[in-house]
């Protein structure tokens, strides 16, 4: 045997032990042999460097340095889900499901692992690379760190698709949380708050050795791919499992929600005999066919439900009330607490949310008060032990002007906040304003985090977002920690944010209500700035779910003579401030007004596909068929209640070559 046919043996074996180890959870050899035949590999390949494979089990030891983790786009969007807390909610949950789809829905109980999520990439059985979830549109490569994880598998095993995506959840297990607590403690560090957090932070470290020492897992619980030849769910987990991929057995495939509260009953008094933390379940409707069917909301799928368990909550005492403003001049209140450990972190600070609150709780400084973790994630007041109050204590009055610029606040009728109206001249507005449009989802700048656009703001090199364009590298040098190199990378930055498209600039521009969502929309509908500046409130409120408080809010923005010279200079500049006419010279008004529902499986476009059509050419796609809708676009194994439902209501059904036919 010679040296390459020694390697590529020791490679296989090595890939099969692994399998038996992590996948099915039986060795055949012991630790030291798996050890001694990597030594061996690990020798061969330092000798013979020609045969270099990036997924040689050796590469798990780390070794190699990112600096910074580049950007890339999600070959499938990494949704958020909806969250529930009550019997009652899962129950309202099926009710919804039941209305949009026919026939018996089964479902998939996971637990939810408190860890990071995580998008691995696979083509021809071989890891190609691994990303952060990030926005859930687009996240951070983190391959070679995540290629150290010895639960990821390199190369799989059996009959896999081609290529495909899973998602999973990068844990630290309670009890190599321990142990490196131990050793932090014993070398005189601090130890880590939670297994969650330190899991999250190994992932961004830039040498991968140190990542290798660390005892990471990743655990599975979606698959994605154009050719899974599956139809539910479990399947799915089940045949991952076989490819090599750590999917955890307490997984169930159930009957209904009863089964599901059982499920859910259960691993919230066992939560703590497992090997990792869990902050809940998620629910899934098994059958993919119907997930297709259920679709997705802005944010979430339809067809899956987080329940998260109770929030843990603990006493502790009101030391102060402050106030913050944000960059709409909302004014937050902030309760200063001392210091309490709150589901594995120190909880110090937590939002009162505005004047009614306060009144409502009665709050006070100087209270004792139970503070819990909503979803465990955000800390959140409940109530006041009035058993503890100084009887000497006074009542909270709000304050009546900025903290910051000493502007009398406004409150309008039926508004939650008071409002610093300063909106020109209060720092905390112009600099958050300006953080907003450099952020992630809008214009993605390199280089210029919240404390730099601080620094540039109160250096007066800026005071509103259209002057980052005029930014020069010898400016931004004598400002803290900023280096040649960095300083670069910024007017790099600013450069290469003229790419970015109008949507995302529109929402940048931090017009109040106007989200990711909405931003899409008005984009789309008017295609450039000067459009949408021209139209007015009443045309506004007639674009697809677009309310009179959104039309208020963007009317109101471009009446201003300051906002319009501010997007005069973006124009100046080459920032994109309308759709290239190229991107829509195949859109239409053909179906303009009109309403459809997609039920079924088609055979020569895909749903989304289908949806984009509708789309592109002036309809609108709703989910479940009312009195609005125009058109049912059916397809096989459609259900028979959306039928009926169309045929009750005199729907017209078209087959998807009619739809198509009607295109053209």
């Known amino acids: 045997m010679n040296i390459e046919e020694r390697i590529k043996q020791l490679r296989e074996e090595l890939h099969q032990h692994n399998y038996n180890y992590y996948a099915l959870d039986k060795p055949v050899i012991s630790d030291y042999e798996f050890d001694m035949m990597l030594k061996e590999l690990q020798e061969l390949e330092n000798k013979h460097p020609e045969f270099f494979d990036a997924n040689s089990p050796t590469q798990r030891v780390g070794g190699t340095v990112t600096k910074n983790f580049k950007t890339v786009v999600h070959d499938y969007p990494m949704f958020s889900l909806a969250n529930s807390y009550s019997k009652e909610e899962l129950e309202d949950w099926e009710k919804r499901i039941k209305k949009l789809v026919d026939g018996k829905v089964e479902y998939v109980c996971e637990l939810k692992y408190d860890g990071a999520s995580i998008s691995l990439s696979y083509e021809n059985g071989q890891f190609q690379k691994a990303v952060t979830r990030g926005d859930g549109v687009k996240g951070d490569d983190i391959t070679n760190n995540v290629k150290t994880i010895p639960t990821v598998p390199l190369h799989l095993k059996g009959d896999f698709p081609e290529k495909f995506v899973v998602s999973g959840e990068i844990v630290l297990p309670y009890e190599g949380f321990v142990k490196m607590n131990a050793e932090r403690v014993e070398a005189g560090e601090e130890p880590y708050s939670n297994p969650r957090n330190t899991a999250a932070g190994s992932l961004k470290l830039q040498d991968s050795a140190e990542v290798a020492k660390r005892p990471l897992d990743c655990l599975i619980y979606n698959v994605k791919g154009e050719s899974l030849n599956s139809k539910t769910q479990f399947e799915n987990l089940e045949n991952a ?55 997705y909301t802005a944010k979430s799928p339809r067809w899956a439900m987080a329940y998260k368990f109770k929030a843990e909550r603990e006493p502790t005492k009101l030391l102060k009330i402050t106030y913050q403003v944000g960059r709409t001049g909302a004014i937050t209140p902030v309760a200063n607490l001392e210091p309490v450990q709150l589901a594995g972190t120190i909880v110090k600070r937590a939002s009162l949310h505005n004047a009614d609150q306060i009144e409502k709780l009665d709050i006070r400084e100087g209270d004792t008060v139970f503070v819990e973790k909503g979803g465990e994630i955000i800390p959140k007041i409940i109530r006041v032990d009035f058993t503890k109050r100084d009887p000497e204590t006074k009542k909270t009055e709000y304050i009546t002007h900025c903290p910051e610029c000493g502007t009398e606040l406004v409150r309008k009728e039926g508004e939650a906040h008071h409002y610093c109206p300063n909106y020109y001249g209060c720092l905390p507005q112009v600099v958050g304003r300006i953080q907003h449009f450099v952020s992630r989802k809008a214009l993605d700048i390199e280089g210029l985090g919240g404390e730099t656009v601080t620094l540039l703001v109160k250096a007066g090199l800026i005071v509103n977002y259209a002057d980052l364009h005029e930014l020069k590298k010898e400016q931004l040098l004598p400002l803290e920690r900023m280096a040649s190199k960095s300083a670069e990378n910024v007017i790099s930055g600013i450069q290469k944010s003229k790419e970015i498209p109008f949507e995302r600039v529109l929402f940048g521009l931090g017009i109040r209500y106007v989200g990711e969502t909405v931003a899409k929309k008005l984009a789309r509908h008017y295609k450039s700035i000067d459009a949408l500046a021209a139209a007015s409130e009443e045309a506004l409120i007639n674009v697809d779910e677009i309310g009179e408080r959104i039309a208020q809010s963007v009317t109101e923005f471009f009446a201003s003579e300051e906002n319009q010279k501010i997007i005069q200079r973006l124009k100046d500049y080459g920032v994109q401030l309308e759709i290239p006419k190229e991107d829509f010279a195949d859109h239409t008004d053909i179906l303009k007004g009109n309403s459809f529902v997609i039920s079924g499986v088609f055979s020569k476009v895909s749903r989304n596909d289908l949806k984009k059509l509708i789309e592109d050419n002036g309809g609108k796609v709703s989910s479940s068929i009312s009195s609005k809708t125009n058109y049912l676009v059916a397809g096989e194994n459609m259900g028979p209640s959306k039928l009926a439902k169309a045929e009750q209501l005199s729907t017209k059904i078209l087959s998807e070559d009619e739809f198509l036919e009607m295109l053209n």
Not at 252 to 260: A, D, G, S
Not at 273 to 280: F, M, N, Q, S, W
């Open 241 to 295: 499992r076989n490819w090599g991929f750590r999917v955890p057995k307490e997984t169930k495939l159930v009957n209904n929600i009863e089964e599901v509260l059982n499920y859910v009953n259960y691993w919230e008094q066992h939560r703590h005999d497992l090997l990792y933390e869990i902050d809940g379940v998620v629910i899934k409707v098994n059958n993919l066919h119907q997930q297709d069917e259920l679709g």
